[in-house]
């Protein structure tokens, strides 16, 4: 059983500058009550099939419920009449509930087959679900009321296939998976049609997002006291399934581009999921990556032993950006680590030198209004740990 209650006082200030000095233009000011109740059930069972195959059922219950409650704060520098304000009464008055409600039921089952003690293959389906809420920064206006949109639950089915093995007297591990899923009523940013016929890109269930790739790892120990290690994720994401209001956008933007149309591309392109071209951009955050690393510990006494090691990561080309706007595509980047560990066995204490994105790369890592973040330069550190 979970319940949770949370109360947020906050107001959208602007400063305009002006020649007799700066001016302070307050857009809304208003207090948000939200409180989520929920209650689950779950239950899982193994059945020994054989002395080699096991099967997983399981299933959860899940039934929640939230709420939202807008009270405007008295503030005389907020022009929009009391009817444009965010109140409960207002987004009632636009015909958006205040109350969600969800019951869902998400099943798990699963095959584990072991080959040999050392050999094992695995099969999984399973489902997933993220909680709705609603759009909760809208600021007074003629449209205010009505973009406090809500958007229902995302869903997903998730399939997985591989294998973990060991070989060569455990010298060598290797781990294969395949996975493949599919999230309905995916929750991401894309264009809303105001009342005005003004368009506001929120967040909402406008498609479902499909993805599938392959993981393999690899731990090898070929000599004594030496460790290689390297992972592999490649994946190909796509969005499906897509509410027709992305396919008008698209066209709007697509009318603007060929027209040479300012602010028809100003409105359209380049927002939501519709690219700067117009084409629906590529899921964020999906890159293949590689990487790859060692260490090596010498024996310096029968007490003491020093390891340094290092790391390479490799991250193909990705966006950042759900519009996949320029500055948020990352190009294929590589960058390194490394650390040097000196260890007192019999006393119990570690001294470590480490050094992270020691290459120093520049990788951008989010974008915010356009506005880029970075990956941390060059660090190094230095750790003393001591077990009592």
Not at 7 to 22: E, K, M, N, S, Y
Not at 51 to 61: C, I, V
Not at 83 to 100: C, K, V
Request: proline fraction near 6%.
């Amino acid at each position: 059983y979970f319940e949770e209650d949370n109360r947020t006082d906050f107001a959208d200030v602007f400063t305009i500058v002006l020649p007799t000095g700066p001016l302070p233009l307050v857009l809304e000011d208003r207090v948000l009550d939200n409180t989520s109740e929920a209650w689950a059930v779950y239950t899982q069972w193994d059945w020994k099939v054989t002395d080699r195959l096991t099967a997983t059922l399981g299933a959860r219950y899940t039934d929640e419920t939230e709420e939202i409650e807008y009270t405007p704060n008295a503030n005389p520098r907020i022009t929009a009449p009391a009817s444009q304000r965010i109140s409960t009464a207002n987004i009632q008055a636009a015909g958006i509930p205040t109350e969600q409600s969800a019951s869902i039921v998400t099943p798990r089952a699963a095959l584990k087959f072991q080959f040999t003690e050392d050999l094992m293959a695995f099969a999984s389906a399973t489902r997933g679900f993220k909680s709705g809420g609603w759009n909760a920064r809208a600021t007074a206006g003629p449209n205010g009321p009505a973009q406090i949109q809500p958007f229902s639950e995302e869903k997903v089915w998730s399939y997985e296939v591989g294998f973990r093995s060991e070989w060569f007297d455990r010298r060598l591990r290797a781990n294969l998976t395949g996975f493949y899923f599919e999230a309905e009523d995916f929750q991401l940013p894309s264009a809303f049609v105001n009342p005005n016929g003004s368009i506001t890109f929120i967040t909402q269930n406008f498609a479902a997002l499909e993805n599938q790739g392959v993981e393999l790892e690899l731990v090898a120990a070929p000599i004594d006291n030496l460790n290689l290690f390297a992972t592999i994720g490649i994946q190909d994401p796509e969005f499906k399934d897509l509410d027709p209001s992305i396919a008008a956008q698209q066209q709007r933007c697509r009318a603007g581009l060929a027209a040479g149309n300012a602010a028809l591309i100003a409105a359209n392109c380049g927002l939501g999921i519709i690219d700067p071209a117009g084409e629906i951009a590529e899921p964020v955050r999906a890159p293949d990556t590689y990487v790859v690393g060692a260490n090596y510990t010498f024996q310096l006494t029968p007490t003491l032993a020093l390891t340094p090691s290092f790391t390479i990561k490799n991250t193909s080309d990705h966006s950042i950006g759900t519009s996949g706007t320029p500055i948020s595509l990352v190009e294929s980047n590589t960058r390194w680590d490394a650390g040097l560990l000196l260890e007192g066995i019999d006393q119990g204490w570690t001294l470590a030198l480490n050094c992270t994105n020691c290459s120093d790369t520049n990788v951008r890592t989010s974008v915010l209004a356009e506005l880029p973040y970075y990956l941390d330069p060059r660090m190094w550190s230095v750790t003393f740990r001591m077990r009592f």
